[in-house]
Nanobody
């Protein structure tokens, strides 16, 4: 199993920044694909970012390209989501996810964190 614990959410004004962290423990074989997705009240899940941990390739949802950056610190077993130029429409619960299979939407990954709230006003 894999355990994911997010931190770093909060409330910011439009244009502000936040850096979400996802601490990873357990079977790292299952963390070949790390990602973030978000869900706002009354809306469908939206993929935000994916990182292939062994190659470093990254992919982003169209609505966040150029503003959000996913990265990893292998020593700390942590994945980050740096969020810049935040907009009110970025308001959502953000979930860190992991899987050994990248070929599916982030919200279908096997392992999820508890979620962290991001509010932009």
């Amino acid at each position: 199993d894999v355990q994911l614990v997010e931190s770093g959410g909060g409330s910011v004004e439009s244009g502000g920044s936040l850096n979400l962290s996802c601490a990873i423990s357990g079977n790292t074989f299952s963390t070949y694909c790390m990602g973030w997705f978000r869900q706002a009240p009354g809306k469908e899940c939206e993929g935000v970012a994916v990182l292939f941990t062994r190659g470093g390739s990254t992919f982003y949802g169209n609505s966040v390209k150029g503003r959000l950056t996913i990265s990893q610190d292998s020593v700390k077993n942590t994945v980050y989501l740096q969020m810049n130029s935040l907009k009110p429409e970025d308001t959502a619960v953000y979930y860190c996810v992991a899987d050994s299979n990248c070929d599916k939407p982030e919200w279908e990954y096997d392992f999820w964190g508890q979620g962290t709230q991001v509010t932009v006003s």
